[in-house]
């Protein structure tokens, strides 16, 4: 792992209870911020109500106003999403009613865009609407930093994510595809979205969750950045913010525990396949990521910083907390073709 990435572990990993809700309501009071949380919500009606629900209750009071607006952007669901979520209190607004001369297009990326035009908060939150046994930490640790720490602009939520698919009513069987099984989810973060990130951008290779679904940011920085319109919206944001504001503006912040739904391996590799291109357009662009290379590794094919290094991580055992970093080599040599091998050619030869 870089050195500046383990200094930057140690200045910017923080734990939500690090910051009060008390510090928190006195620091946005001070300076006067507004805080927008938004759900995208593409068929959430199982569990959106409760988020809502559990926001509303802990950080739109009176006497806890740290969230100023909750909207939900549905996604274009048919089920009673829309309804679930009013009922329980949020804004809802559908994905067709926002900028309709620009038509609306399928994608997670595409709404968190849109929200940005019905939202007014200079600081916004995204929650996805499919979590479990959310907490309102999950805003108020995201949102923290942004509140109390001026040279912060991007925070992402890091959590244990156990993969449980715990869906409504469900008794999962043992052993079930639906039920506990050993390892964590965020399956393509481990499999695609980190190797990506610590071996073209090692300076992100600390962030624990770098796909997560919980994260905050200033909208001064958000109305900067571009949007891929589907799944790769998480790393195109996190890459583009690095390249933006640089790795001493962003942050991560444990808040525990994430259940969420967990789709099926096909939608997964759909999912993978948006992330890689998300990646790729942005290796394309990032020829000046080469000129570091003498610093951090070889130049690969695309003239690209090519870091033979993976970090992973996990969760410290006993009262320790956060999350312990584990870094491997990565090999990245590869052989001639044989027939440039004399011993071979000489071979074929007799
Ligand atoms: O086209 C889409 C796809 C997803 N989502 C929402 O984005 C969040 C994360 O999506 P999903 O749960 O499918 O991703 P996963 O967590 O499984 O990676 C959820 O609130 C979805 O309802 C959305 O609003 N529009
Ligand atoms: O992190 C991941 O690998 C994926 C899939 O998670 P699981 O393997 O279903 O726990 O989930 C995340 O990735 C999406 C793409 O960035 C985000 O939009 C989701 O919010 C996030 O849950």
Redesign the pocket.
Same mark, same amino acid.
């Given at each position: 792992m870089l050195e500046e990435v383990e200094r930057w572990l140690a200045r910017r990993s923080w734990s939500a209870a690090d910051r009060t809700l008390d510090q928190l309501l006195a620091a946005k009071a001070a300076r006067g911020s507004t805080v927008s949380v938004v759900l995208p919500a593409l068929n959430e009606e199982g569990t959106v109500g409760e988020i809502v629900s559990e926001i509303r209750r802990a950080l739109m009071t009176r006497t806890a106003p740290l969230v100023d607006e909750l909207v939900v952007l549905d996604s274009g669901s048919t089920d009673r999403t829309a309804q679930v979520a009013a009922a329980a209190g949020a804004r809802v607004v559908h994905r067709d009613a926002i900028l309709p001369r620009l038509p609306a297009v399928p994608g997670?990326g595409e709404v968190l865009w849109r929200s940005l035009l019905v939202t007014s908060g200079d600081v916004v939150c995204f929650v996805?609407a499919d979590l479990r046994e959310f907490s309102a930490d999950f805003v108020s640790g995201t949102v923290g930093p942004l509140l109390t720490d001026p040279e912060v602009h991007f925070v992402k939520a890091m959590y244990d994510?156990p +993969?449980r698919n715990v869906t409504e009513g469900s008794t999962p069987a043992a052993g079930s595809s639906a039920g506990s099984s050993a390892g964590? $989810?965020?399956?393509?973060?481990? +499999?695609?979205?980190r190797p990506l990130l610590n071996l073209h951008w090692p300076r992100l290779a600390g962030f624990v969750?770098p796909?997560? $679904?919980?994260y905050a940011a200033r909208r001064a920085l958000l109305e900067r950045l571009p949007f891929p319109v589907g799944?790769?919206?998480?790393?195109g944001l996190l890459v583009d913010a690095l390249h933006t504001v640089g790795l001493d503006a962003l942050a991560q912040v444990d808040v525990g525990v994430?259940l969420?739904?967990?789709?099926d391996d096909a939608a997964?590799g759909r999912?993978a396949a948006?992330?890689y291109r998300t990646a790729q357009l942005r290796l394309s662009r990032g020829r000046a990521a080469a000129g570091q290379a003498g610093q951090l590794g070889q130049v690969g094919q695309l003239g690209q910083l090519v870091r033979p290094r993976l970090t992973q991580f996990e969760r410290r055992e006993g009262g320790e907390g956060g999350f312990a970093p584990r870094t491997y080599a990565v090999d990245t040599e590869e052989r001639p073709p044989m027939r440039e091998i004399a011993e071979y050619t000489a071979g074929r030869a007799a």
């Open positions: 997670k996805d994510r +993969l964590q $989810g965020g399956r393509v973060t481990e +499999l695609v979205a969750q796909l997560g $679904g919980e799944y790769g919206v998480e790393l994430r969420h739904r967990h789709q997964l999912m948006a992330i």
